[in-house]
């Protein structure tokens, strides 16, 4: 932590922090889009249809990643995961170790393999709350149901700012509830059944 900078970070909480593989304004972009809680770090910038977090940044040079992840536009968790400790390696994906999928908290994220995210996933598969937003459904209402989630999981965010609150731990318990509450969809199941 400096205690020199003089830079303005909109409720990070961080002393200035920035992280080593960032640029000072792609840092300052990210953490403007992001809301602490007790909990995780929750996104409210922009999120894909697959319900992950989209951060563009110019800067992003995930070269050893392969070809195909050389977009500008990454996964918000990815970016954050790369800006800390640099490039990913080949193969590895940036995985939640938490079950929401819009955290960007560094200390909830690893850089696994893919049969290592299916484990994760299988596991998470035997809790009721993810059960709850129907990841036994097949795929498209699966991936619908996610993006549902973290729709639904930025918009309380967002309104529980909006509104003044602050507490840490009261946002945290609205991510909570929001994940207890279960999918807006659950109760159309046959939608995704015909
Ligand atoms: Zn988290």
Same mark, same amino acid.
């Given at each position: ?8 970070? =909109? ?6 922090? *920035? ?18 809680? $007790?909990?995780?770090? =929750?996104?409210?910038?922009? =999120? ?23 977009? !500008? ?29 819009? *955290? ?37 209402? !699966? ?16 309104? $529980? ?5 602050? !507490? ?5 318990? =609205?991510?909570?509830?929001?994940? !207890? ?8 199941? $046959?939608?995704?059944?015909?």
């Amino acid at each position: 932590m400096s205690a020199m900078t003089t830079r303005t970070v =909109i409720d990070a909480g961080d002393g200035g922090y *920035c992280p080593p593989f960032a640029t000072a304004k792609a840092w300052r972009r990210f953490r403007r889009k992001v809301v602490e809680t $007790a909990g995780c770090s =929750i996104w409210i910038g922009a =999120i894909g249809d697959d319900g992950y977090p989209r951060f563009h940044d110019p800067a992003y040079g995930d070269e050893d990643a392969g070809a195909d992840r050389r977009s !500008d536009i990454v996964r918000a968790s990815r970016w954050r995961w790369w800006a800390e400790y640099g490039p990913i390696p080949a193969g590895r994906k940036v995985l939640h170790d938490c079950d929401v999928q819009l *955290c960007v908290r560094l200390d909830h994220l690893l850089a696994g393999t893919q049969s290592q995210n299916l484990l994760m996933a299988a596991h998470r598969d035997r809790t009721a709350r993810v059960a709850a937003w129907g990841t036994a459904r097949r795929d498209a209402g !699966d991936r619908r149901s996610k993006y549902e989630q973290s729709l639904a999981i930025r918009d309380a965010v967002v309104d $529980a700012v909006a509104a003044g609150q602050r !507490d840490r731990h009261a946002l945290a318990r =609205i991510v909570a509830a929001v994940l !207890d509450a279960g999918s807006p969809l659950a109760g159309q199941d $046959a939608l995704f059944d015909l």
